[in-house]
């Protein structure tokens, strides 16, 4: 089955230490997003790429990077620059250039920092 | 003006009952909606997509009103199972979407 793969499920972190949160599709999507989610509050843009070696800062870029380096993989990285690392985050995907094609997301990581 | 607004709930009604939620949105250019159903402490799940003036499938109704940009999604016949936060998505660009902030709909017993 196609599908979005994130892991781990629960990442537990030391105040300080940066971590790479992992997010893989074999949909054969050309965009692929990372999105943060806070309690009760709406999914916030991280960082998103339409095609390989290709990516553009959301909403809430500072304190995060990103690559894709392949079209299947797009790996988050959480610095130490990041003030409120603790959220839930979701990778997603989509057709890139197709107006009316949804999100595919991923079952999330969440991320607790202390 | 956010660029998607939903009324945030919660909407607390019977099993049975018929219940309808809007969504605004500020972008007049956005062709195709979305609606994302979000169970507590999981990702969101697609719903229907709207396209056109509205979409059905089975006791859910998506309508659009282009005129007065919102749309609507309409449950009927409850379920228990109904239960989550539903989530209102506007593709801004082919690379952007907005999400409103979602509403949350509890089916009581």
Redesign the interface.
């Known amino acids: 089955d196609g599908g979005i793969t994130q892991s781990p499920k629960y990442l537990f972190r030391k105040e300080g230490q940066n971590v790479t949160l992992s997010c893989e599709q074999n949909l054969n999507h050309d965009a692929m997003y990372w999105y943060r989610q806070d309690p009760g509050q709406g999914l916030r843009l991280i960082y998103y790429s339409q095609i390989v070696n290709d990516f553009q800062k959301g909403d809430i870029a500072e304190g995060y990077s990103v690559s894709r380096e392949k079209k299947e993989s797009f790996p988050l990285t959480v610095t130490s620059a990041q003030k409120n690392p603790t959220a839930f985050y979701l990778c997603a995907s989509s057709i890139a250039r197709l107006d009316n094609s949804p999100l595919h997301f991923g079952n999330g990581t969440r991320l607790t920092v202390t | 003006r956010k660029e998607v607004e939903q009324d945030p709930g919660p909407f607390n009604v019977p099993e049975g009952a018929t219940v309808a939620f809007n969504c605004t949105y500020s972008n007049s250019a956005s062709?195709?909606f979305?609606w994302y159903r979000q169970d507590c402490?999981?990702?969101?799940?697609?719903l229907m997509?709207v396209?056109s003036s509205g979409n059905e499938d089975g006791r859910f109704t998506a309508q659009l009103n282009r005129a007065s940009q919102y749309i609507s999604l309409l449950i009927r016949d409850s379920k228990l199972s109904d239960s989550a936060t539903y989530?209102c998505?506007v593709?801004y660009?082919?690379?952007?979407?907005y999400?409103?902030?979602?509403t949350k709909l509890n089916v009581k017993p």
């Open positions: 062709q195709s979305f402490r999981k990702e969101p799940k697609l997509s396209y989530l998505v593709p660009n082919f690379n952007k979407f999400f409103g902030s979602g």
